[in-house]
């Protein structure tokens, strides 16, 4: 599965948009963009994929660009809670495994 | 729907004892993967089960081990235990291939 790379961090005022970038340049045409987040100590929470268009789901809303080196996954309206490590995975669909990075740390202020 | 279950949620073990942990996957998913989450290494795969088989298998000694039953529930079992096993264990189940894993809350384990 191709690696992504992410910001280690970034914060965001509640009620804004938190706009979380993911470079993959190495994917593959059969490889998926999948997002994760962890909440501390929690098991981590599926939010969104995509292969190559823009997806939208009541979580979050998930950017591909057209060559798909990279990606943006858009909260729209961050929230306290929203505060979490968020994981950009990408991985075909015939490999079950998840491969975790470290993941981008996102902070939603007050 | 109810979500992923794990069993306990909680254990504290000695060194050399041997532990076996526990998931119910959500109603209808087929595959139950297992992964393991310490500080130092992050979130790591351990294996995969669908329909009572092994399909994939991450970079683990072979004191860990895995079944999966016809219902679907899976349990995980380490022998030996190392004070490095000390961890949160993660079950996620999924219909299927391209389909989105679905976590449950983990099994946190302490060996002393």
């Known amino acids: 599965d191709a690696k992504t790379t992410q910001p280690t961090s970034m914060d965001c005022a509640e009620g804004r948009a938190a706009n979380l970038p993911c470079n993959h340049s190495t994917i593959s045409g059969n490889e998926y963009v999948y997002w994760y987040r962890q909440i501390h100590s929690q098991g981590p929470q599926y939010i969104i994929h995509?292969?190559?268009n823009n997806e939208t789901n009541e979580m979050a809303s998930l950017i591909i660009t057209e060559d798909r080196k990279s990606s943006t996954l858009i909260l729209p309206h961050a929230t306290l809670r929203d505060t979490a490590v968020y994981y950009c995975?990408?991985?075909?669909?015939?490999?079950?495994?998840?491969?975790f990075g470290k993941g981008i740390t996102l902070s939603v202020r007050p | 729907k109810a979500g992923v279950t794990q069993t306990p949620r909680y254990l504290i073990k000695t060194r050399g004892q041997q532990v076996t942990l526990s998931c119910s996957p959500i109603?209808?998913?087929?595959?139950v993967s297992w992964y393991q989450q310490t500080p130092g290494q992050g979130l790591q795969f351990l294996f995969e089960?669908?329909?009572?088989?092994?399909?994939n298998k991450g970079n683990f000694p072979g004191r860990f081990s895995g079944r999966q039953f016809s219902n679907s529930r899976s349990e995980m079992n380490v022998s030996t235990l190392e004070l490095g096993d000390s961890a949160l264990y993660l079950c996620?189940?999924?219909?299927?291939?391209?389909?989105?894993?679905?976590f449950g809350p983990g099994t946190r384990l302490l060996v002393l």
């Open positions: 995975i990408a991985r075909t669909g015939a490999n079950s495994k998840l491969t």
């Open positions: 109603s209808g998913h087929r595959s």
């Open positions: 996620a189940s999924s219909v299927g291939n391209m389909a989105p894993q679905y």
């Open positions: 089960y669908f329909s009572e088989t092994q399909r």
């Open positions: 995509g292969l190559k």
